[in-house]
């Protein structure tokens, strides 16, 4: 591999939680050195960076890719070419496909065609039952050794709790993370909207921001029971903030995310019933939104994703209750980002924390840094560029996008894995 050098380069290290000028040095695919100040004369290729902010790239834990099954909304081609043109370096994908990818084969086909078709790192997920069915645990050791990163059923709740405890506890003796959606499956069925006023006056079927406090107090609980490694993919309301700094401060292995989409969005924007802001679970109320990004800027929330959901047209273009719900965001999870860093709520090493620093380390990566001897898995870009988002300029199969036709700021110049460069901006 060829060595290169970047110079006049904004440092985003969200390790340190610095920003500021400096030089790095990547050789044979890692950070070979970085500086402060005007960059020495090193071997390698030299890119000029103008000042622009070059941050480690980002780690997107929870990308729905529809391979097998439903390849004709996303494929890990056009996912991997997604993810680089939004500055993601590691996408660690659901396995809530067609079928579930619960068996070692279906993992390895998965893995196969990542590894062929997608440019960026992939990762993938297992799922924790049986066709995401909560009756039978899958084989977590064979799914394991066939490289499953960690095991989820996503969005379908395991609602027996000793099965799910049977489940807890056979990871911790794997050393395996678990990863749930904390909602009572019960009381959140069918809903389309947060209860309140907005949803009633819509006339929507609504759900209790006390179903997702309710979920993650029973998880915790079992936590507690068997010990075991625990990643919240969502939290989105401030109901379920004191439960989740309870089980930290006693110690447990929990760590929680939450969406893109949860902290930039809000009920409101439903308003007219466009499907597009449809997601799983439904936006929450402003004082929630606000209540999230605390908890982001404070390091109680770690992780911040895309929840990356490619839905066709077919299945969005229906009446609001019935609509598919989710919305494609590898490319506009930095941008979306962007927004509470220019309104001053999240600075940028706070931001990369919870997008490629916490999300590595979950995980067991050495990604997710600037430091010597880390992956030089970077992104390069200009958080001041303003544009209106076009869906259909995207590179997902799917453009069910919430941001389609919005003015956003900020723009990926160039991804980096290992040292190579994957996209360059037009």
Known sequence: ????????????????????????????????????????????????????????GIVDIGVKVCE????????????????????????????????????????????????ADAPVNVLPMAALTKGREGREM??????????????????????NTKVFSRALTYARA??????????????SNGAAATSGKFAVLRGLPAVSPMAERMGLDRDI???????????????????????????????????????????????????????????????????????????????????????HTPQDEESKRLPFEEAASGAVALETLLPAALRLYHAGQLDLPTLFRAMALNPAKRLGLDSGRLSEGAPADLVLFDPDVPFVLDRFSL????????????????????TFVAGQEVYRRP
């Not at 799914?143 to 609602?159: E, K, P, S, Y």
């Open 1 to 56: 591999m060829t060595a290169v050098l970047f110079s006049n380069a904004r440092l985003i290290d969200p390790e340190t939680g610095t920003d500021g000028l400096g030089w790095l040095h990547v050789s044979d695919g890692q950070i070979a050195a970085r500086g402060k100040g005007a960059a020495p004369a090193l071997d390698g290729e030299v890119i000029d960076c103008n000042g622009q902010c070059l941050a480690p």
């Open 221 to 307: 609980a079992l936590l507690e029971m068997t010990g075991a490694a625990y990643h919240a993919d969502q939290i989105t309301t401030a109901r379920a903030l004191p439960a989740l700094e309870r089980a930290k401060r006693n110690g447990l292995d929990i760590t929680a995310g939450t969406s893109i989409h949860h902290l930039t969005l809000n009920e409101l924007d439903v308003a007219d019933y466009r499907t597009f802001f449809k997601v799983k679970p439904p936006l929450r109320s402003e004082d929630d939104r606000q209540a999230v990004i605390e908890a982001v800027r404070a390091g109680l929330i770690d992780t911040i994703s895309s929840m």
């Open 68 to 115: 097998p099954g439903e390849r004709h909304k996303e494929s890990y081609k056009s996912a991997g070419l997604a993810a680089a043109a939004g500055g993601v370096t590691t996408i660690v994908t659901r396995p809530d496909t067609s079928p579930a990818i619960d068996t070692p084969e279906t993992l390895e086909f998965a893995t196969r065609r990542a590894q």
């Open 174 to 187: 794997c050393g395996a993370l678990v990863i749930a959606h904390p909602q009572e499956p019960i009381l």
């Open 395 to 414: 590179k997902s199969k799917s453009q069910n996008t919430p941001f389609d036709g919005q003015r956003m700021q900020g723009k990926v110049t160039a």
């Open 138 to 159: 899958t084989e977590i050791g064979f799914l394991q050794d066939a490289g499953a990163v960690a095991f989820t059923d996503c969005d379908h709740v395991v609602a």
